[in-house]
Structure formats: structure tokens, C-alpha cells
């Protein structure tokens, strides 16, 4: 049987498409074949630590490798993300980025990478609202009344943060600047001390992620006056959000996947893939939403937008705010 020259070129051509996908489908199957390391900027017990944990739980069952979570704390989490732009792009060496990185892009001017284009975004994870919470003492009883004595007593309310530039200093700010307020910042080394000092009366408000602190609301040892998203949180639903007397106004965190620039497109789907079948698992759901945080979904391209486009709106902030580190 004779083959016409124009199907035996046809054929050709298909097998050579066909063996030339092969590297790639192995390089994709055989990932993970050690232990990946996933970087986290902020300090254990942080919001991003405690998601971070949980997923890597679910990606250590899921690809049979272990996930390890490596805190490297420290300057708004540019250190981490430092450590893992500069990471050899396998696969093996990961950040929990999100929010606080778009932040940060605009507030550093001396940074060793350009988070937008030295970072390959994965896929989201969870998102949340802050709560801005007060000690039970303070007078306010609600945001209304919180509003109301801010505007009083101008410079006499101290709100704590997780450091300059972190996103529980961005929220409060924007709030500041959108209500007229004037309150004094005091950074911590992190939310931990913050939130302890302001269980013991040393600072008045702190503009919070979930996580750390919703045991504490939810015990009466702090009060809950409203959360920054858009819509009331289904975990605090009789809470108002900020956005309901001052319109507009919205700040979230919102966690995700990075890697390094230039890791295979094959790798990157895969860690997509399995993150987001774990925020399928109804278990996983349930653990993130009684953290206080919604489970996202994101492509790598849809994450890489959110990303940009949070830059964008808190460099703006920023620059309201006359914000500068070196």
C-alpha cells in the first residue's frame, strides 16, 4: 500500500507536533519530585501563614510531596518575595503573595525586584475583609459613633498595624483620607503585638485581618464596628461595612500563589490545578470561611490582573497619603 506524498507529509508533521509535546507532558507529571518550599513574608499566626498552612496540607496530600512554609518575615514582605525572584524558576520555591505585594511595589523605591514582572502569578487562594475592631472600653459602640468621636478628638486615637506600608496601615489610611480623620499610626513588628496591645488598651483600633482575630470577636474581648469589604461578611453578617457610610470605600486581602519569572507554564497549571481542586474540598471550604476568609478561585492570567490592578489602586493611596519608605 503506497502513502500519497501529501498524507505521508501530513503524518509527518503530526508526529513531530505529537513527540514534541512530550518533554513538556513529562515535565508536568513528574513535578512535584521533591519538597517544595512556599515562602511566606510574614510571621506564623499572620493571616497569610495560617492559609498558607492550610493549602500546602491539602497540596502536600494531593501531589505526594511535602509542601514546607517558610516564614521569612520582615520589611512588608518584600524579603520573602526577594528570596523567591531570585529563586531558580523549578517549580520547588514558592510565594504567598496577594494585597500586601501591591502595596509594597509602590511604597519601596529601592527594591532588588519588580514584583509585577519577576513573579509568575499561580492562582489565587482565599480572599477576606479587614474588621476594624476596638478594645471594649473604647467608647464608640459603633461606626457611626466611632466616626463621630474621631472627628472630636482629632490625633487622640492610636491605631495599630502590622508595620508601615502593610495592609492593615493602607486600610486605615484610606479611611483617613475618605473620612477626614485624623488618627496616629503605630506599627508593630506584625499583627500579633498590635492586636495584644490593643487588647490591653494601648492602641484604640486596629484595621484587622480575619484570621487572628475573629476568635477574639467572637469571645467579646474585642468589639467589631464594620468590615472594609464592598458587602456585609457571611462570618460578622449582623456587621455593617465601612463602604455604608463612607461610599466607595473598600479594602480586602486577597492570598494567593506566585512563583519565580519564567517557571514552565506547565509546572504553573499543574500547582493551579491542584489549588484548586483543595478549594473544592467542602472540608477546606469550611475551614477557610470559619478563618474568616472566602475560598478564591483564579486562572494565572486573572490572578495576574488582580494583582496589577491592586497595585494600581494602592499606589494611588500611597501618593494621597505622602507614604514613603526607602
Not at 526577594?82 to 494585597?99: H, I, K, Q
Request: proline share 7%; with cysteine; glycine share 8%.
Amino acid at each position: 500500500m503506497q502513502i500519497a506524498r501529501r498524507d505521508f507529509l501530513r503524518l509527518t508533521a503530526a508526529s513531530a507536533a505529537a513527540l514534541s509535546l512530550l518533554p513538556r507532558i513529562t515535565l508536568a507529571e513528574g513535578y512535584p519530585s521533591r519538597p517544595v518550599h512556599v515562602v511566606v513574608g510574614f510571621a506564623a499566626g499572620s493571616a497569610s501563614d495560617i492559609v498558607t498552612r492550610l493549602i500546602c496540607q491539602s497540596l502536600s496530600k494531593s501531589l505526594g510531596l511535602p509542601f514546607i512554609v517558610e516564614n521569612r518575615g520582615g520589611a512588608g514582605g518584600t524579603l520573602g518575595a526577594e528570596v523567591v525572584a531570585r529563586a531558580s524558576p523549578d517549580g520547588y520555591t514558592l510565594l504567598t503573595s496577594g494585597s500586601q505585594d501591591a502595596v509594597t511595589a509602590s511604597l519601596y523605591d529601592k527594591l532588588s525586584y519588580n514584583f509585577l514582572h519577576d513573579l509568575a502569578p499561580v492562582g489565587s487562594v482565599a480572599s477576606g475583609p479587614l474588621v476594624v475592631v476596638v478594645n471594649t472600653s473604647f467608647p464608640a459602640k459603633s461606626f457611626p459613633e466611632f466616626i463621630a468621636y474621631a472627628k472630636t478628638n482629632p490625633g487622640k486615637i492610636n491605631f495599630g498595624s502590622a508595620g508601615v506600608g502593610s495592609v492593615a496601615h493602607m486600610a486605615p489610611e484610606l479611611f483617613k483620607a475618605m473620612a477626614n480623620i485624623d488618627m496616629v499610626h503605630v506599627p508593630y513588628r506584625g499583627l500579633a503585638p498590635a492586636l495584644n496591645d490593643l487588647l490591653g488598651g494601648r492602641v484604640q483600633v486596629v484595621f484587622s485581618t480575619m484570621p487572628p482575630v475573629i476568635g477574639h470577636i467572637k469571645a467579646g474581648r474585642l468589639r467589631a464596628l464594620a468590615v472594609t469589604s464592598k458587602e456585609r461578611y457571611e462570618a460578622l453578617p449582623d456587621l455593617p461595612t465601612v463602604g455604608d457610610f463612607l461610599p466607595g470605600y473598600e479594602a480586602s486581602i486577597t492570598l494567593g500563589l506566585s512563583a519565580p519569572k519564567n517557571t514552565p507554564s506547565e509546572i504553573v497549571n499543574r500547582l493551579n490545578s491542584a489549588t484548586n481542586a483543595a478549594l473544592g474540598d467542602p472540608r477546606i471550604r469550611a475551614r477557610l470561611t470559619s478563618l474568616g476568609v472566602v475560598p478564591l478561585s483564579m486562572t494565572p492570567a486573572a490572578y495576574g490582573k488582580f494583582l496589577a490592578d491592586e497595585t494600581e489602586k494602592w499606589r494611588k493611596v500611597i501618593q494621597a497619603a505622602h507614604i514613603k519608605l526607602g
